[in-house]
């Protein structure tokens, strides 16, 4: 079973900045899309950014010139760089692979941004 596990979630104020990790069990170059999903309280799980196999990449408008989506192919990682961050960012943050039809969820990690 693929295993995603995010990582560098934590407590952060507003205007700060924070990166997020997701290292893979596999190569990551098996996904034909990776990306990072966020889910706050008593709201649905909507998509942040992605990055394609082929290294294009995606936002959503709410993140877009604040957040980065990268990877590191040889460390089987993917990263969200987070910068500028608001209140309205808080939420637990899921990493997502999908491998043709196929997609694998992390744990999510907590993200939660002060005023």
């Known amino acids: 079973q693929v295993q995603l596990v995010e990582s560098g979630g934590g407590l952060v104020q507003a205007g700060g900045s924070l990166r997020l990790s997701c290292a893979a069990s596999v190569s990551i170059f098996s996904f034909n899309v990776m990306g990072w999903y966020r889910q706050a309280p008593e709201k649905r799980r909507d998509l942040v950014a992605t990055?394609?196999?082929?290294?294009?990449?995606d936002y959503a408008d709410s993140v877009k010139g604040r957040f980065t989506i990268s990877r590191d192919n040889a460390k089987d990682t993917v990263y969200l760089q987070m910068n500028s961050l608001k209140p309205e960012d808080t939420a637990v943050y899921y990493c997502?692979?999908?491998?043709?039809?196929?997609?694998?969820w992390g744990q999510g990690t907590q993200v939660n941004v002060s005023s």
């Open positions: 990055i394609t196999s082929g290294g294009s990449t």
């Open positions: 997502y692979a999908q491998r043709s039809l196929k997609g694998s």
